[in-house]
């Protein structure tokens, strides 16, 4: 059994930056397959990023490419996600989650959110 704990979210005015974390932890197995989603209030879940292949390959929802940087720290079983030129629909739930290993087929993984293991979320708040 794998357990995600986020941190780092918080409020921040439009066009600064916040990094939000994820630690995994309770499995003997490192998570090669790591992505942050996020929910706004009346919307769905929507992903936003996910790496995989030990940090080296990543994939990004157009809403937030090149504005947004997720990485993984293997050593620590953690992962990040780095927020720049924040927006304010960028405000929502940010959740982590993790699986042993992506799919080969990573967009349908991530689009279907099929991931094994979910944290419980860290609020992310942009003004205007």
């Known amino acids: 059994q794998v357990q995600l704990m986020e941190s780092g979210g918080g409020s921040v005015q439009a066009g600064g930056s916040l990094r939000v974390s994820c630690a995994a932890s309770?499995?003997?197995?490192?998570?090669?397959?790591m992505a942050w989603y996020r929910q706004a209030p009346g919307k769905g879940r929507e992903g936003v990023a996910v790496v995989y292949s030990g940090g080296r390959s990543t994939y990004y929802a157009d809403s937030v490419k090149g504005r947004f940087t997720i990485s993984q720290d293997n050593a620590k079983n953690t992962v990040y996600l780095q927020m720049n030129s924040l927006k304010p629909e960028d405000t929502a739930t940010y959740y982590c989650?993790?699986?042993?290993?992506?799919?080969?087929?990573?967009?349908?993984?991530?689009?279907?959110?099929?991931?094994?293991?979910w944290g419980q979320g860290t609020q992310v708040t942009v003004s205007s």
């Open positions: 309770g499995s003997t197995y490192s998570s090669d397959c």
């Open positions: 989650a993790a699986d042993l290993l992506c799919w080969e087929d990573i967009v349908t993984m991530f689009q279907g959110a099929e991931f094994g293991y």
